[in-house]
């Protein structure tokens, strides 16, 4: 079952938090988020599974970026969510993606327990400005069964701020396909 947007509110400083808090970005099931003015875009063309991909930030400025189509740009939310007894889910907003603006490729899916800012994994179909602190995205709840065990640590809990993929720490646990 997905909560309202009264549950949501009803559950703010217990089982949900955002930080900041705007009454306005609160819809009927779900809460907008906005983008940070801060983006990260990876320095080569062909990255890699098994390394830690260089990456350089961009700042946008008020008067906007333009993304280009093919390259993926990294961003987070301006706001930090911590999210206890529910699973938390982010989804573009349909203004964004009428735009051909998508904010996430396959990460939409939160665990419960998780605390930190939400990476977005920004694609373009067409060049598109975009600008800091629109409403980019809204995060919404799943109720779980009492019956969880909550994500408490791992590669993106308790981040800070915008991060590129960890896969590579996956490949020290795992034997590649070749070795014997």
Known sequence: MILSGNEIKKKLGKHIIIEPYNEGQLNPNSYNLRLHNKLVVYRDRLLDMKR????????????????????????????????????????????????GLFIHVTAGFGD???????????????????YPAVEICQIYYHQISEDHVEYTDGKYQANSGIQTSQLFKDFGTVPNPGDS
């Open 52 to 99: 830690d991909n260089p990456a350089d930030e961009i700042t946008i400025p008020q008067e906007g970026l333009t993304l280009e189509p093919g390259r993926l740009y990294l961003g987070r939310t301006i706001e930090y969510t911590e999210t206890h007894h529910a699973v938390p889910m982010l989804e573009g907003r349909s203004s964004v993606g009428r735009l």
């Open 112 to 130: 419960v327990g998780f605390r930190g800012y939400w990476t977005l994994e920004i694609f373009c179909v067409q060049p598109i400005v975009i």
